[in-house]
């Protein structure tokens, strides 16, 4: 059961009282859970995004550790941009697209 930890930023009320129910909140938006099994983090998980889809508000990030992933974290996010963790030379590195050019390019370019 690994730790996992969630961090909401600009969200409605609604989503810390739930999270502080099942998690410690350690600073206002940031809460974390020593030893959460995968189907509670799954059904949490599950509530969050029925609310963000309801509300559509803010942004909300969860990440556990994960051996089935590739860098051993696992990486959610509802509301930012779309992030995935990658290894590369023994780190691991965060991966979102970058934003368009001023020039108005609309090529995706990746970090």
Known sequence: M???????R??????RG??????????PGVYAHPR???GVRLRIWS??????????KGSILMTWADTA??????L??????????VAHDGMLL????LPEAENGSRARTYL
């Not at 992933?69 to 696992?74: D, E, K, M, Q, R």
């Not at 965060?94 to 697209?97: N, Q, W």
Request: aromatic share 8%; with cysteine.
């Open 2 to 8: 690994p730790m996992v930890v969630v961090i909401t």
């Open 10 to 15: 600009d969200v409605e009320a609604r989503y």
């Open 18 to 27: 739930f999270l502080g129910s099942a998690m410690l909140e350690l600073a």
């Open 36 to 38: 959460m099994s995968a």
């Open 47 to 56: 509530v969050l995004q029925d609310w963000f889809c309801a509300l559509g």
């Open 69 to 74: 992933s590739h860098g051993g974290l696992g």
């Open 76 to 85: 959610a996010t509802l509301g930012d941009v779309p992030k995935s963790i």
């Open 94 to 97: 965060v991966k979102r697209p």
